[in-house]
C-alpha cells in the first residue's frame, strides 16, 4: 500500500484524507499545527462572541477516527525535500509515495508584519478570541472612562478589508453595538459606536456582482458602518489607522486584507506566483513531480483562464478530487484533470441581511440570510456543532444577545502574575 | 439613596448586588476583576474539555442589566481605607457608604508559589482552559511518541488534593483516558493512562461522611484512578511530583489542595484567621466597621461554633442576606444575625457515579449522579446555558464524547510568532 501523507487538516486536506481513507487502498498520515479542524467561514462569529471556539471546531483524529488506516499527528511542518521525498516537522521526519500539501493560508501584512499587533487578522482560533477580547474591552474601558473624547476613541473600530471577512466583521460590530450591548452600558451610548469599514479597491466584495457590493454598502450603513471605498492604509499603529495622511484614532483595528500562502512553499523550489502560490497542473500536482500535489490557498490553479479563488468551496472540491487521481495511478488509467464547479457565493451583512449569487442568480436581505444560514449550519462538520450552532443562533436571533461575550486574558501567565490584585 | 459597593462578581457578590438592586432603596457599585461570573462549581468540566468557557460564564452586567440603579465597572480593586471609606482601583478611587467585600480565593501553594508553573490550580476560565490544553497535549505528545517510557511517561497525571476538585478532575481524566480518547489514538492505549490522586489528610473529600470518602476512593479506582491518602507532597517540579523522597515523573501535574483568601485582607488592617480570612461578626460586618461586611471564601464566619467552608452555598446566602441588613438600618431596626442553611454537599465522580449528604441522608451511585446533575444545571445563571449545558450532557451521555476537545495555544502572540511554520 502507498503511503500517502497529508499536510493540513483544513478543508481541502481533511476531505482528502477522508475519501483516501474510505478507499481503502492506502496508507494516510495527516499532520496539522493544531488538533481541531475549524470552520473557518464562521470564525468571524465567534470573534464577535456569538458562537464559542467548540462550535466550529472538531479534533482532526475525532473525525478521522474508525479508519485504521489513517494516522493522525499533531506537528508543525518546516519543509519538504522534493528529490529525497521527505517533509521535515518538528517532531520526526517523513517520507511518502504521495505528498498533498493543504497548509493554508496566513493573512498578508502588504509587507508591514508591525501592524499586527494593532490589527490582528482572522485565521486562527486564538486570534478570534483575542479579537473578541479586545472588542468587549474596549467597552468595558469606556464605560468607566470619564472624558468622552476617550470614551469616542474607545468607541471607534476601524475594519481593514472589505471582502466577506470584512463585511461581515464590520457587520457584526454594528448589530453587537445598537442591540446587544446596548441596554447593558449606561455610561456610554452604545449605538454611537464609530465603525470604519476601508477597502483599497472601488467597491466592496469585488468578488460579487456590482449590484450585490451596492446593497452590502447600503445594509452596512443602516448599521451604523461607515464604508470608505478606494482609501488605502498606509500605516498602523497604537494611535490608530492611517489612510493616506489622515489619522482615524483608535485603539481596535481589525485586518482583513491580503492572505499569503504557507510559507512550506519557499521551500519546495519550484515555479510560485507573484502571491507566492504553487502553481499547478490541471490534476493539481507540481510540475514534474507527479507525486506532490497542492490544494486550495496554497496553489495557484487555472481553470477555464481564471485563477480559482482562495474559498472553502474550491479547497473541498479539490481535497475530494484526490482520491480519484490516485486511484487513476493504481489502475494505471490518465489522471483525470481537476474543474471547479462553482456552487456560487455569499457574504452576510447580519440579521436578515446577506448577499448571494449563484451563476446568474442573484439573492438579498433576508432571503439571502436564510440561504446562508441553512448551507453554514449543513456544511459545519459533526452533527452535534450543527445543532448547537443553530440552537445557539436560534437563542440569539430571539434575544439579540451573544452567548459568549467573555473577556479571557490573552495570557494565563499574566493572570496568575496579576492573580494578587483583588 | 446610600452608595453600597461592592467588590467581586463572585456568587455573594452577585447575589448581594441582585438582591439589593431589587430593593430599589439603593445606589450600587459593582467592581469585578473579570466581566463574567463564573459558574465555579462546573469549571473542572471546562478543563476536562466537557463543556465550553461560556456555558458556565455569564457577563456580569448582562445579568444586572435592566437595573437602572446598578453599576458594572470592570477593573482591579488594591486596597480598602477603612478610615476614608474608599476603595483603590487601577481605574480609580471608589466612595462607599457601604462596602460588601466578596473577593472570593485563589490557590494557595503553601508558600511554593513556584509550584504553579507545573501544577495550575483550577479557580479561573484561563486555568481551565489551559488544564484542557496541557492535558489534551500531552496525548498528542505521546501519539507521536515513539519511547515507549516517554509515552509513558506523558501518560501519568498527578492532581494534588482529595476535596471536591481534586476527586473530580481525577475520575473525569479517568474517563476521558477509558472512553472519550480510547478510538481516536492509535499508536497509544490512552486506556493505560495512570492517574494518581494524592491526599495528605487520611482520607477523601473530609467533609462528607467516612463511608461516603470510601465509595467516592472505590468508584476513583473502577476509573483507572490511584488514591493515595495520608501521603504528603514535598515539591513540584518540571520532572514531576515529589511524595515525599519519592518522585512521579509526570509532564501533567494539578493543583487541587489548598485555598488562600483575596489578599485585599491584608489591606484592611482587621484582625484575620490563620488562613488570612476576615473574622466577622453575626452580622458579617467587620468589628466596629458595621458599615463594611466580608462574605464567602473571604471571610471567617462562625455559626454554631463551626467555621463556614468555603462553598457556593455559603456565599450566595451571605450575599442575600446583605438586603435584610441594610434594609433593616433603614427601618432603625436592629440588625438579622446570618445563620447558614446546610443543603448539605455534593461530589461527581463521573457517569452514574456521585457522592451527596443532606443532613442524615447520604447518597451514592446513578442516583447521587442524577441529582447532581438536577442540582448543577438547575443553579447554572441564565436560561440559555441551563438547556446547553443539559444539552452538551445529555450529548456526552450518549456519544461518550466531549464537545470541547481543543488545544488552543495558551498565547496568542507565540502563535503569531509560530504562524510561518506550515
Known sequence: MKHVLVVGGGFGGLNAAKALAKANKFKITIVDRRNHHLFQPLLYQVAMAGLSPAEIATPIRTILSGNKNVKVFLGNVHSVDLSKKTVTTDFATLFYDYLILACGSKHSYFGHDEWEENAPGLKTLEQATEIRRRVLLAYELAERETSAEKQKLLQTFVVVGGGPTGVELA????????????????AIDSKSTRIILIEAGPRLLPSFAEDLSARAAKDLEKRGVTVWTNRRVTNITADGVYVGEELIPTKTALWAAGVLPSSVNKTLKVPLDKQGRVIVESDLSIKNHPEVFVLGDQAHFEDKGEVLPGLAPVAIQQGRHMVKILKADIDNKPRPSFHYVDKGQMAAIGR????????????VGIVAWFMWLA????????????????????WSYITFGRGARLIVSKEWRTHVLSKNSK
Open 352 to 363: 436578515k441581511s446577506a448577499v448571494g449569487q449563484m451563476n446568474k442568480a442573484k439573492f
Open 375 to 394: 448551507v453554514h449550519i449543513y456544511y459545519l462538520i459533526g452533527f452535534k456543532n450543527r445543532l448547537f450552532v443553530f440552537l445557539s443562533w436560534a
Open 171 to 186: 457587520g457584526a460590530l454594528g448589530e453587537i453595538s445598537r442591540f446587544t450591548l446596548a441596554k447593558d452600558f449606561t
